[in-house]
Each structure stands twice: as C-alpha cells, then as structure tokens.
C-alpha cells in the first residue's frame, strides 16, 4: 500500500531523502550534545548514580512513559485545561511519530497493515493528529490571547509552535486532497482528513489539487522536518528531561543523597578520619 | 598561556544539569513567586534565569555554541544575572508548582554557588557582612559570640549540664528576634531538662553563608565542629528554632560532616508536639483568640525531609478554646515572607513588599494574631514598613492596624 508518495516527482523524492537524513544528523548532534553535558554533572542522586550517556538515554526513553508524563500528573492540579492541552499533544505527537514509523517499517519492511488493521490504524492516526491540532491550538490561544498575568516572552517559542501547527494543518491537508482526488472506499476511517477532503473537493478540479498537492506535501515534510532537527536546540528538549526532574521530584522529600565526588571530599575525608582516630585511639606503632 | 574559561556545569548535578533543560516556559511559577508579585518583571522569573543559565552552558560547552558565539560570556551579563539570582527569596515555591517537577530550590542554590565563585563574586553586603563576620567570630553577626544569650536567656529558666534533649536557637533568634528563642526555652523547661550549647561554642549554622552567600568552603569545619559540640553534651534528640539551620542541618551537615548525625535534629514545634503527646507538656491558660498560622518556606518546602506542617498546627489545637483559622495559602504553598536568604540585605525593598503581600493575606483571615516560627518571618513582618512600598502593595494601607504577630513559642510560652 504505497500511498506514500503517490503523484510526487522523483526528483522530489530526492530531496525528501536528503532532508530526512539531514534531520536525523542535526537531531542526533544536537541531542548527543544535551546528552553528554547531562553526563558530566555530579552524583548526587541515588537514581543517576554512576549513570553515563547511555544510562541517561535509557533513562529518559522509559520514564517518557511514565504515568506523571502520558497522564500529565503534575499539571493538571495547576489546571485542568492544561493538563487536557499537554496531554493531548503529547499523546498526538508521539502516536503521530509512531505511526509514521509503522508505516514507513509496513512500506520497507514487513506489510502488515492491511484489512481491517489498516483501518483501525487510519482511525488512531486521525484521531491523534486531531488532539495534537487541539492542543496546540490552545497553546497558541494562550500564548496570545488568553494570556496568563505574566508571561517571559520569546519569540523562538511562537514560532515553533506556530511551525508545529502548520505541520498539523499540511499533514490533514495532504490527507484531504488525496482523499478529494482519490475517492477511496474506506475515507471514512479518516474522518479529520475526509471532512477536509469533501471541503476541498468543492473548491477545485482534480488537475489543479494535483499540483497543489506537491506544494502541500513539500511544506508538510520541509516544516515537520524543521520542526524535529529544532527540538533539541529549544525548549522543546524538554521531550528528553521532563520526564526524569518529574521521576525525581517525586522522591524529592523522603530521600538522602549521596555524597558529591567533588573538591571538598579530601577535607571531609580527613575529618573524618582524625574523628576515627580520636574515638579509637590506634596503639603506638612499636618498631621492633 | 591562556587561561581556563570560566566552567559552568562543574559543581552541579546531574539531575541539575537536566533540569535546565527540562523547563517548559510554561509560565506558571510566575503566578506564584513572591519577587513577581512586588516586582511585576518577568525577567527575573525562574525560566528567565533557567534560559539564561542554560545558555552560558551551550555557549561554552557545545558545537552550536563554539561555531555561533563568543567564547567568554560576558561580565555585563554576568552582573545581570547575579542581580536576577539575588532578587530570589529561596522560597521554593517555583520548585512546588513546577508542572515538570523542577527542584528549583536546589538548583537556585547550587547556581549561586556557581556565580559566587565566577569572576562577579557574590553581592557586597552579604560577603562583607555574613561571610566575613563568620570568619573573624564564627557568627553571621557583628557580635561576639559569648553574650549570644544574654538577652534573652531568663533568669527564671535553668539549663542542665547534659540531657538527651537540646536546644539550639540559631542567630536569628538569638539577635533579631530573641524573643523566639526565650519562648522556646521556656516551653523547654516546663516540659524537662534540656540542655545548650556554651555560647562562645554556639557557631552559625551556616545557612547565610552557604544559601546567602554562596560559599561552601567553611562547611566541613563548621559541621565538625557543632556536630561534636552537641554530641558532647549528651544530645539525642534536638529542638532547632530556626527552620533554615534545620534545613542546612539536614541537608548539608551530614554530607560535610561524613556521617548521619548522632542526634535527631527536629523543629522544636516537632519536639514541643512530641512532648504534648507523651504527655509532658500542657497548656491550662484558655483563650479566646482566633488565630492564622504562616508556614515559613524552610518547614513548608525543605530541601530535604518531610514539610513540617502538622506540629504546629497540633501545638495550636491543643490550647483550649483557641479557633485556628489558615489562610488561604498555606501548607506546601504558603506565601513567602520575602525575608531569606539574603533577600532582606541585598533587595530590601523588594523584601519588604513581599512582607506587605504577606501580612495583607492573613489579615484578610480575619484573625486577631498571626503567628510564625521563624526568626527571619517575624522579623519581616513586623518591619515590613521599613522601605517604600511598591505600587502593588498600596492597599497594605487599609490593613495596617489590628493585626498581632507573633512567634508560635513565644505566644505558647505565655499560656503555660
Ligand atoms: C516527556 C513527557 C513530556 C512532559 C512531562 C511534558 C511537559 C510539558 C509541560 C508541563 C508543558 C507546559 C504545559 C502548559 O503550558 O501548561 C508542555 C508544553 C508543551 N509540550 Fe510537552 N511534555 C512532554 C512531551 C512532549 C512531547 C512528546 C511533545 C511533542 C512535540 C511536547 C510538546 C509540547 C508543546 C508543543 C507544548 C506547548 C508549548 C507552548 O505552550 O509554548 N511535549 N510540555
Ligand atoms: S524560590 Fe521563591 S522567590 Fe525564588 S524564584 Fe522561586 S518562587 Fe520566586
Ligand atoms: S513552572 Fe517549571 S517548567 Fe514552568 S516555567 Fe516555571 S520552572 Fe519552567
């Protein structure tokens, strides 16, 4: 089920490839970056302790999946609405990010979406493109209209939400006029990107949404790229590290640390020792 | 030879080092912190100083920042960012509300730490005051430490040689509000023997030298030496006045004195509720009071252990007739005083302000008394006139009159 790349040029394709790989370098930089100044701090923590760069990863990954992170646990008692914002982009995104990796694993790899799974998959997908759009949207509302008091202003932030927001849009675009040209039997299944579909139907030919299509295609990759090779480089690392100050926040008030490694440990050392040594005083050393 | 830049991850953890890049701009800390309540500046909010942190971090550690900018960040940035850092109270309610948990309070700390040692150096007032009076006197004040109790030691209290329970009043009690300190001895007394440092042994904690200024180097002398000091005298379990030299006690102590401590170090609410409990300690003076309690930062949100919360509120509900009223931030999220960690030195409008914001919330409880437990609280409040208010505070006007503060012991002691 090739629909991928249906009535894109080759040379197009081309590109696609090259971005693709360009975004996975700066990707990887970036976040090896963030990764290896993660590693260079001190033990202090019984969590991390002794943890490396690929400890870190490892850690990160599994506590994405943590239940603060997917049920938003920490903001929601701040406020609700948000809480409903953050976990309906967080959930959009990573169910948008997955799928395309399953389809990109059934295109080059092992098909199995097909049938009725292929359908459900429609469906989910859908569905998480339309929480994603949702939430960002209300972020977008509350960066700049329903303002909170007081706000730290950065331009860097709106315009990366406003990118992710058109990759939302693109991609349901891309969906409708393939839907609007096509006619499959199933557009159902895709309800977000089939409403698109009848609107745009009404509005132009097939030849026209032919070539519209390309333009659209090329922003939604060209933005959603951009969007990815950005992440590590913005705020939105927070992707890699919230999920770990969540995770230790909660052991914040019943635990200990454990000693710093750092320039003050020889004289603690020292201390201690003289202590040991005047609590059991050693018998003299007699030279024999 | 060129010199070696300026390292800004060494020193910090692990678990720091995330957490700058874990902040989301979510902007709700702003909501909350005291110093954007009187000051109306989002620059100096806590993701402004997480962003800017986190900056001089990628400006000298990554490929990005080594292709893209200058090697060195600046001295004017610096001081910029040292003003923001001081403007902060510690309170730790930014950490509290963090909707990605963010330690806040730690991590301020340990940034501090950072710029005190960096090429700006701590504020002036606050190495030429805590940190060079501790060096010649042992003491965060110009005052030598042998008449630390004189004040307000009473003549009617007596203090045993070596018991298992000890006191420890910190300086703020001892000089700002001493009358925290002869609250508490006196609550001490009526309840059993206890016993004290010698003055001249009674170092600082050293809270405003580590959290104020920035300097950690004197810890490990200190931490022996108190350590040893109160094991000398018998201690097991021991009442602390001050909620900050329980906090750096808990926190700090160990690590630098390289073992657990030998004794329990508790609030003296905790030991004075305890004792309730077993029985030794009875208020028989009625009153008909209502009352509003302020959690104070270093109780509400600790560094490290349990918030201390239920002690006080416990000791409160145990004097017959009194009607305990909270205000409605209290607990985890009370409203800071504006008063620590160097605030009331290097920022005291912005200190005194917060003090306002504060006094105004419990009066609007309605209550006749405000009562605290810190030495820092109760001084800041009952001097929260001392500079000019800022425009948001202007109705502290309508609130002024009929309203007591006063220290929980202090107000205790006298019910005995
Ligand atoms: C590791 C799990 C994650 C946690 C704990 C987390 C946490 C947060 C929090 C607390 C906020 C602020 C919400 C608010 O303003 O009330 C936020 C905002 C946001 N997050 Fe996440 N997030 C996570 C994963 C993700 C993922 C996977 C994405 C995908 C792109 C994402 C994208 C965003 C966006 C777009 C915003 C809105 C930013 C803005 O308003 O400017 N987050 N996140
Ligand atoms: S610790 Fe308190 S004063 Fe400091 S930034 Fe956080 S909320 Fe504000
Ligand atoms: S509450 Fe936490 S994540 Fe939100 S802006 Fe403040 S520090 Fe950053």
């Keep these: 089920m090739a629909v991928e790349f249906w009535n894109i040029p080759d040379g197009l394709i081309k590109v696609f490839y090259a971005f693709a790989g360009l975004t996975v370098i700066i990707f990887v930089l970036g976040f090896w970056g963030k990764i290896r100044i993660w590693s260079k701090g001190m033990d202090a923590d019984q969590e991390l302790k002794g943890m490396g760069p690929a400890g870190l990863v490892w850690l990160s990954i599994i506590k994405f999946f943590s239940s603060d992170c997917i049920f938003a646990k920490r903001v929601f008692p701040r406020s609700v609405i948000r809480g409903l914002m953050l976990m309906g982009i967080m959930w959009g995104f990573t169910i948008l990010f997955l799928g395309t990796a399953g389809r990109s694993l059934n295109y080059y790899i092992v098909q199995f979406l097909e049938g009725g799974i292929w359908l459900l998959f429609s469906l989910i997908l859908d569905t998480a493109g339309f929480l994603l759009l949702v939430g960002i949207g209300f972020g977008l509302y509350r960066k700049y209209i329903g303002k909170p008091e007081r706000m730290v202003k950065n331009a860097q932030d709106g315009i990366l939400l406003g990118l992710l927001f058109l990759v939302v849009i693109s991609g349901f675009l891309v969906e409708g006029i393939r839907i609007a040209v096509l006619n499959p039997p199933a557009a159902d299944w895709s309800p977000v990107g089939f409403v698109c579909g009848t609107m745009i139907k009404a509005l132009a030919g097939t030849e026209a949404l032919k070539s519209l299509y390309v333009v659209v295609w090329a922003i939604h990759f060209l933005f959603a790229f951009s969007f990815i090779a950005y992440i590590p480089f913005s705020k939105y690392e927070h992707i890699f590290a919230a999920q770990i100050s969540n995770y230790l926040f909660q052991e914040k008030w019943k635990k200990k640390e454990i000693p710093r490694d750092w320039v003050f440990q020889e004289e603690i050392a020292q201390r201690r020792q003289a202590r040991q040594n005047a609590a059991h005083p050693q018998p003299e050393n007699k030279t024999t | ?416």
Aim: glycine fraction near 6%.
């Design chain 2, 1 to 416: 030879m060129t010199e070696k830049p300026f390292d800004f991850t060494e020193g910090l953890t692990k678990k720091e080092l995330i957490e700058l890049d874990a902040c989301t701009r979510c902007n709700e800390c702003l909501a909350w912190c005291p110093v954007q309540d009187v000051t109306d500046d989002p620059n100096i909010s806590p993701p402004a100083r997480i962003h800017a942190y986190k900056g001089y971090i990628e400006q000298t550690h990554t490929l990005k920042g080594r292709l893209f900018s200058s090697k060195k960040v600046s001295t004017a940035e610096l001081k910029n960012f040292k003003d923001s850092l001081w403007k902060c109270a510690l309170c730790g309610t930014c950490g509290e509300v963090c909707t990605v948990g963010i330690d806040t309070k730690k991590l301020w700390w340990s940034v501090r730490r950072k710029i005190a040692a960096s090429e700006v150096g701590c504020p002036e007032v606050l190495e030429k005051g805590p940190l060079q009076n501790y060096h010649k006197l042992r003491s965060p004040f110009p005052f030598e430490l042998a008449h630390k109790y004189k004040i307000w030691f009473p003549d009617d209290v007596e203090m045993a040689d070596k018991a298992e329970i000890g006191y420890y009043e910190g300086c703020g009690c001892a000089w700002d509000s001493p009358q925290m300190a002869e609250g508490a001895v006196r609550l001490l007394d009526a309840a059993g023997p206890f016993t004290m440092l010698d003055p001249d042994k009674s170092w600082c904690c050293g809270f405003p030298q580590a959290a104020g200024s920035g300097e950690w180097s004197i810890m490990a002398e200190l931490a022996n030496h108190m350590v040893k000091a109160f094991s000398d005298k018998g201690i097991k379990r021991l009442a602390v006045s001050c909620p900050m030299c329980l906090d750096i006690m808990k926190y700090l102590w160990p690590y630098f004195y390289g073992d657990e401590l030998p004794f329990e170090a508790m609030a003296t609410v905790e030991l004075l509720a305890d004792l309730v409990e077993e029985g030794k300690l009875e208020f028989s003076k009625p009153v008909e009071e209502t009352v509003t309690y302020h959690d104070p930062c270093a109780m509400a949100r600790p560094f490290m252990g349990k918030p201390i919360l239920e002690p006080p509120r416990k000791l409160l509900n145990a004097v017959p007739g009194m009607r305990l009223i909270n205000m409605e931030r209290h607990g985890k999220l009370s409203r800071c005083c504006g008063g620590s960690a160097g605030e009331r030195a290097v920022n005291p409008d912005i200190s005194a302000n917060i003090a306002r914001k504060l006094f105004m919330e419990a009066k609007q409880t309605g209550a006749d008394t405000v009562l605290t437990n810190c030495p820092v609280c109760y001084l800041n409040l009952a001097t929260r006139t001392h500079t000019t208010p800022h425009p948001v505070v202007e109705e502290w006007r309508a609130y002024e009159d009929a309203l007591k503060i006063n220290d929980i012991t202090q107000y205790l002691a006298a019910l005995l």
